[in-house]
Nanobody, 123 residues
Framework: QVQLVESGGGSVQPGESLRLSCAAS????????IGWFRQAPGEQREGVAF????????QYSNSVYGRFTISRAHAENAVYLKMHSLKPEDTAVYYC????????????????WGQGTQVTVSS
């Protein structure tokens, strides 16, 4: 069965860093575009990072640009989100996603989703 499982979330202070992981099973991530999304309580789901399959090009939301980096690890069939200079407004449940024919950060364009991992940034 196709699955994506996020891990690496936790509680940190503003300015600190965190790396989220997303392990895939049942399919090979190399053939898919990947993305990271987040959703805070009472808020809509927001796309934060994208990486294409073909050329590895990336897109980031304005709110995380320059602070977050999306990457792949083909040997591990996994994707990662490196988060630096974390801010309280980064607090949310973070989800990884994969899409067959996906470009950008539109949630409905993705086919597979993980269960989410909580990131809390507070003093």
């Amino acid at each position: 069965q196709v699955q994506l499982v996020e891990s690496g979330g936790g509680s940190v202070q503003p300015g600190e860093s965190l790396r989220l992981s997303c392990a895939a099973s049942g399919f090979t991530l190399a053939g898919y575009a990947i993305g990271w999304f987040r959703q805070a309580p009472g808020e809509q789901r927001e796309g934060v990072a994208f990486m294409s399959t073909s050329d590895g090009s990336t897109q980031y939301s304005n709110s995380v640009y320059g602070r977050f980096t999306i990457s792949r690890a083909h040997a591990e069939n996994a994707v990662y989100l490196k988060m630096h200079s974390l801010k309280p407004e980064d607090t949310a449940v973070y989800y990884c996603a994969a899409g067959w024919a996906t470009i950008g950060l539109v949630a409905r364009d993705y086919d597979y989703w993980g269960q989410g991992t909580q990131v809390t940034v507070s003093s």
